[in-house]
């Protein structure tokens, strides 16, 4: 948000026409509470900025998107149509234009016409043919985005359109409806019901409220068959009123079923869209139907309770959830720490929390229900965050929950005379002199607060914004104690009698007082009390009454010529802006394509420098392994060498003493055959002497 304000604040309090295509670059990227927040923070420069757009709509083709964007913010909205009538009219006659560029056209009329228009703004008769004309476009190309258009629309600018067509055009929107109905299926086409649905719930109560719930739909000069003269929304009414309910109420409970999930499951907040639109349709079922559903569905509604305990769940999708399970009856029991984590949710409201009219609708589907079982500390905690919100929150946090507060305070303010429980947890609180004394000093301090730092230079939030919506709370909270005490018996007030004079005294203080903020004084333009129309400012000049006097109604021709010259120079500067800009994109066009060339060279260059640095290191390792391999191979060598030479060396060992070892047998040879000889010589000498010595004898 801070990116959108400083841009703005550029725009604004630049003294010529300035380009807005870096504005358009930050709120393409800003969300919408975003967007919302920083309307409500600097809202003196909301008329400037609408100036700004107006003036460069004609020149420059992204300023219909900025609008498209900002128009969220009903703030902006607002200032856009008030200060140029004629653009709602005319985008509405480019958007029922059949062409590809009309679909911008329809986004922005479509942004336009969410919200209600404001008072003294009409709403233009070709609202009605764009109406129908997204009707039939959802007809035959029946998608989310496109039913959501319409869902849009009824809900917001065009919901007195619903009572004013003809019963025939309703027949067909019917028929239209009803296909879609038939022709979902899915998770996506869930979703595409879920939102034919809403739109039947709109319709049906707009019968209700133009004809009452048993009347006939007043008969139109038209022509259509007569079968359609008399058009009543019975089949519509069985989704809510009839038969059909509980096929209405097993969809809303499967969706609800399927949206409890993590945060982190859930990244672009679908569970809670889908949620509040549930919760949206629930409020138009019969209240009867829902509680004969629950009866009988006693354990899906169990199975949902379950899931809604779930960890790390969006807070505001939990607290969508609970809004819904507590709307199913009053018997439907909710775990203590459903309670729980209902209470801390009302005691950190915020806009980012939940958009206003969301939150308005579920406080009054659940509070009502729910606060019966508040801890009564619970009242206390709840009176110690509105006035920190008032004497010790820093500013920002002010504009972020003021008016979430503003409308809490109040649903509570409208049910504290007939929920007693509500009344007792207020007086229990106001009863304690621990209480007592601090909303005592509360009082002073508000009377004694030191002057708030708006913040440096331009960059400054509006004083007159911060001081409404400081004066609103505060108002806020003296009704609801006021209107606690005057509901409650004589005997239930009596020790805090003395203390309401005072909140009595701040209660009319704040109803008198108004502030001016001192940046609307010096921002270029201010709005027109009485803004004049388009036509009317282009081709019909003022009437000039003769019974004015001649310096008046010279003055006032001179006044004329002076607006008309004012014109046409703002319109000369916005062309020579435009011309000085195209120029400046033209000569700047070859710079930004030599260094888009040099980027890419240089980046080519990095990826080139990064794979020589690769193929060194390869090459390097290659080397270091053929060196490692080259040395093993020379101690290989080495070794085989040494192994040839001691081989050697044992070959010729081994023939030497093979030689030995032949003497040595031929040695032994001749001398075995030399003691042989000598032994048959012996024997033979033995055998003759025995013979001679036997031939003695």
């Known amino acids: 948000m801070d990116n959108l304000a400083a841009e703005v604040d550029r725009v604004v309090f630049t003294p010529y026409p300035t380009q807005l295509k870096s504005l358009h670059d930050i ?50 909205r607002d200032s856009l149509v008030q200060r140029e009538p004629s ?11 059949s062409r590809v560029e009309s679909r911008k056209y329809v986004d922005a009329s479509v942004a336009l016409l969410s919200h209600p228009l404001p008072s003294g703004v009409a709403l233009p008769a070709t609202a009605q043919n764009f109406l129908l004309q997204l009707f039939d476009r959802a007809a035959a190309q029946p998608t989310a985005t496109t039913v959501q258009q319409i869902h849009r629309l009824v809900y917001g600018a065009c919901k007195p359109i619903l ?63 007569s079968t359609n003269s008399q058009w009543t929304p019975d089949a519509i009414k069985q989704f809510f009123h009839g038969n059909k309910t509980h096929k209405t109420m097993q969809l809303l409970v499967l969706r609800v079923i399927w949206a409890c999930r993590p945060e982190s499951a859930d990244p672009s907040g679908q569970g809670l869209i889908s949620v509040t639109l549930v919760n949206q349709i629930l409020a138009g079922v019969s209240q009867s139907a829902v509680i004969e559903w629950s009866h009988k569905n006693a354990v899906i509604v169990r199975k949902l309770q379950e899931k809604c305990l779930v960890p790390d769940m969006l807070p505001a999708l939990r607290f969508q959830v609970l809004t819904f399970l507590s709307s199913l009856s009053d018997k ?37 229900r729910l606060s019966s079982k508040f801890k009564p500390e619970w009242w206390g905690e709840l009176l110690d965050k509105v006035m920190g919100l008032l004497t010790e929150s820093p500013a920002a946090t002010l504009f972020n929950s003021a008016n979430s507060y503003v409308s809490f305070l109040g649903h509570i303010a409208d049910m504290v005379e007939d929920n007693e429980s509500c009344r007792r947890g207020i007086l229990a ?30 960059n400054r939030f509006c004083m007159a914004s911060y001081t409404t919506l400081r004066s609103k709370l505060k108002s806020s909270l003296c009704s609801l104690l006021l209107r606690a005490a005057l509901a409650a018996p004589q005997e239930e007030t009596s020790s805090i009698r003395r203390m309401l004079p005072e909140v009595l005294r701040h209660h009319a203080v704040v109803e008198a007082g108004k502030s ?17 129309p388009f036509v009317e400012i282009e081709a019909t000049p003022e ?48 710079l930004r394509l030599e260094r888009q060339k040099f980027t890419g060279l240089e980046k080519r260059y990095a990826d080139l420098n990064k794979a020589y640095g690769e193929l060194e290191g390869q090459v390097m390792d290659r080397d270091l392994r053929i060196s490692a391999l080259e040395a093993e191979t020379d101690r290989h060598e080495h070794e085989l060498a040494a192994s040839s030479q001691e081989s050697r060396e044992l070959m010729e060992r081994i023939d030497r003493i093979t030689r030995e070892l032949q003497d040595a047998n031929y040695n032994a040879e001749q001398d075995i055959n030399k003691l042989k000889q000598e032994k048959q010589d012996s024997e033979v000498q033995h055998a003759t002497a025995i013979a001679c010595k036997q031939e003695a004898f």
């Not at 309670?339 to 659940?366: G, I, P, Q, V, W």
């Open 332 to 368: 439907v029991v909710l775990p203590s720490q459903a309670t729980l984590f209902y209470e801390r949710s009302l005691l950190d409201l915020s806009a980012a929390f939940l958009k206003n009219d969301h939150l308005d609708m579920s406080l009054r589907l659940s509070l009502c």
């Open 543 to 590: 009437s000039q009454d003769a019974s004015l006097h001649w310096k008046e109604r010279l003055g006032a021709v001179m006044q004329t010529h002076a607006k008309y010259q004012e014109t046409s120079l703002v319109a000369s500067f916005i062309n020579i802006c435009h011309d000085l800009e195209a120029r400046c994109e033209g000569v700047e066009e070859p």
């Open 87 to 97: 653009l709602l009219p005319r985008l509405l006659t480019h958007a029922l234009e």
């Open 516 to 532: 001016v903020c001192s940046i609307c004084v010096q921002t270029r333009l201010t709005a027109p009390q009485n803004p004049t």
């Open 27 to 76: 709120v393409s990227q800003t969300s919408e509470p975003n967007v919302c927040l920083w309307a409500i923070t600097y809202k003196c420069r909301i008329p400037s900025l609408s100036q700004a757009l107006v003036d460069a709509l004609p020149h420059w083709p992204y300023v219909l998107d900025i609008i498209t964007r900002l128009s969220c913010a009903v703030e902006v």
């Open 163 to 225: 009572g004013i067509l003809t019963p025939g055009v309703l027949a067909h929107l019917e028929e239209y409806i009803f296909s879609i109905l038939k022709s979902s299926s899915g998770v996506e086409d869930q979703s595409l019901g879920m939102y034919c649905l809403a739109i039947m719930r709109m319709i049906l109560e707009k019968f209700q409220t133009e004809v009452g719930s048993d009347g006939l739909w007043p008969t139109f000069e038209h022509s259509v068959e």
């Open 429 to 458: 609180t106001l009863h304690s002199g621990h209480n007592r004394q601090k909303l005592e000093y509360f009082f002073a301090d508000l009377e004694t607060l030191p002057e708030i730092d708006t913040g440096h230079g331009t």
